[in-house]
Structure formats: C-alpha cells, structure tokens
C-alpha cells in the first residue's frame, strides 16, 4: 500500500489510503530521536492510557 499526502478524488480507481497525520509523526519520531526505516516497537498500556515507542531491539 502506499500512503498518500492528499486524497485523489475522481480517477475511477480504488483510492489509496490517505493519512496526512502520518506526517506530523512523522516529525514527532524524528524530534524523539528516531530515523528513517529504523525498527520500532509499540507497546500499548490500555489500563493507562499510555503508548510507549522504543527502538526494536531482537
């Protein structure tokens, strides 16, 4: 699948996914610390409410 930055609206096709927020975290993984195509985990707590991001370690 490829993530689209804006809609493409009337081509006929099935539209591909469109996720402009992907942007913004983008950003925010790379303030954090994080580079591009770097393995990471999520670790949801839902008793918490809290979302962890770490570098994937095997």
């Known amino acids: 699948m490829t993530l ?3 809609p493409d609206y009337d081509t006929g096709q099935p539209a ?3 996720m ?3 942007q913004v975290a983008d950003i ?5 610390g994080f580079t ?3 393995r990471m985990r ?8 809290c979302l962890t991001i770490s570098p994937w370690r095997e």
Do not use: H, K, M
């Open 42 to 49: 999520f670790a949801f707590d839902y008793r918490n409410a």
């Open 16 to 18: 591909p996914a469109f």
């Open 36 to 38: 591009p195509g770097q």
């Open 4 to 6: 689209r930055t804006e």
């Open 28 to 32: 925010w993984l790379q303030r954090a």
């Open 20 to 22: 402009p927020w992907t």
